[in-house]
C-alpha cells in the first residue's frame, strides 16, 4: 500500500512448506515470472484479461505493471506505476503458476489455488504510536 502519487513496489517470494512454516527457497533462480500469466482486478470488479499489465484503470487515472527483476534467491519484484493525485483504489494481482507453486490460500473451498495480492493506492502507513495492527 502507498500513495497515489508514488509507485508501489510489490516484492514476490518462492517459497516452499517445510512443515513448520513457509521458508523462502533461495536456491531458486530459475522460476520464471511472465507478465503474461498475471490476472488483475480493480476494486473487486471484473478480472481484466490475462496479461492485461498496462493501462489499467484506477479511479480516474491508470498503472502498468512491470515486472523489475527476475527470480533470483527465491525473490522477484513488481513495480506499480503511480496513479495520480485522487486516484485510489485495489488493483489484486493473480498469477497463473504451476501446479507445484500453487496452495490451499483461501482454506473456503477444496483444492489449491493460484497465489494473489493486493497493491492499495491512497492509503498510508499510518500512525506511529500504532504498535500492531490486523486486518481480515
Known sequence: YGPETSALNQPVFIQYYDGTGFVTNIDDDCTSLATGNITLQVDGESALPQGSVTNVPVGSG??????????????????????????????????????WLKFDWNET??????????????????????????EQ
Open 62 to 99: 491508470t498503472t502498468d505493471l512491470t515486472l523489475e527483476s527476475d527470480v533470483a534467491a527465491g525473490e522477484a519484484n513488481l513495480a506499480y506505476a503511480a496513479t495520480g493525485a485522487g486516484n485510489t483504489g485495489t488493483v489484486t494481482i493473480t498469477y497463473n503458476a504451476p501446479a
Open 109 to 134: 473451498t477444496a483444492g489449491d489455488e493460484n497465489p494473489s495480492a493486493d497493491a492499495t493506492f491512497g492509503r498510508f502507513r499510518g500512525s506511529d504510536r500504532v504498535i500492531y495492527w490486523l
